[in-house]
Antibody
């Protein structure tokens, strides 16, 4: 059974960089059928896709966040990471890592999610 | 960017009733790229439907998805107490880009 677990600081100061890591267990991050993704959800609001990365290092970002986001992968540790720079209170959210599956018939969906971690931006 | 609009925002129903949730896209979406998720308070979303109409592993058959083009529907044939939650649709688009709908809350009447 695949499991994803987010880790990182729960409090970040405005203008600083938010850094989170997702550790994948029960499966290899190097499998070619998946993209590894970050999604966030502000308190009481809906879901926003941040971006995803392939095990090879290819990345795709939400255009609205692209200038501030970096996603990287460490296949040796079966982990991938998120950095979001110049954060403001608007970046306060629960951050989820998730596995985006791509099927043979090119269906795309998030089949496994981490439990989520709340990151608060405040001085 | 493809915008997904879900309606209604809140659906108030009783256990045993039928729930019909709508997801409308601002432009045509391939059925392969449309998925539905259920989210309960304090939990991560759970995949229900992918490819517009295929149930994910372990999802009861009271959940069904349909639609094509710009109009998609999630139907819960008979609401069970554990089905009261928020439901999101999601699409994968070119660029590539992923977007979610704003959600429909199914609450107990």
């Amino acid at each position: 059974q695949v499991q994803l677990q987010e880790s990182g600081p729960g409090l970040v100061k405005p203008s600083q960089t938010l850094s989170l890591t997702c550790t994948v267990s029960g499966g290899s991050i190097s499998s070619g059928d998946y993209y590894w993704s970050w999604i966030r959800q502000p308190p009481g609001k809906g879901l926003e896709w941040i971006g995803y990365i392939y095990y090879s290092g290819s990345t795709y970002y939400n255009p609205s966040l692209k200038s501030r986001v970096t996603i990287s992968v460490d296949t040796s540790k079966n982990q991938f990471s998120l950095k979001l720079s110049s954060v403001t209170a608007a970046d306060t959210a629960v951050y989820y890592c998730a596995r985006l599956r791509i099927t043979m018939v090119r269906e795309y969906y998030f089949d496994y999610w981490g439990q989520g971690t709340l990151v608060t931006v405040s001085s | 960017e493809i915008v997904l609009t879900q309606s209604p925002g809140t659906l108030s129903l009783s256990p045993g009733e039928r729930a019909t949730l709508s997801c409308r896209a601002s432009q045509s979406v391939s059925s392969s790229y449309l998925a539905w998720y259920q989210q309960k308070p304090g939990q991560a979303p759970r995949l229900l439907i992918y490819g517009a109409s295929s149930r994910a592993t372990g999802i009861p058959d009271r959940f069904s998805g349909s639609g094509s083009g710009t109009d998609f529907t999630l139907t819960i044939s008979r609401l069970e107490p554990e089905d009261f939650a928020v439901y999101y649709c999601q699409q994968y688009g070119s660029s590539p880009q992923l977007t979610f709908g704003g959600g429909t809350k199914v609450e107990i009447k």
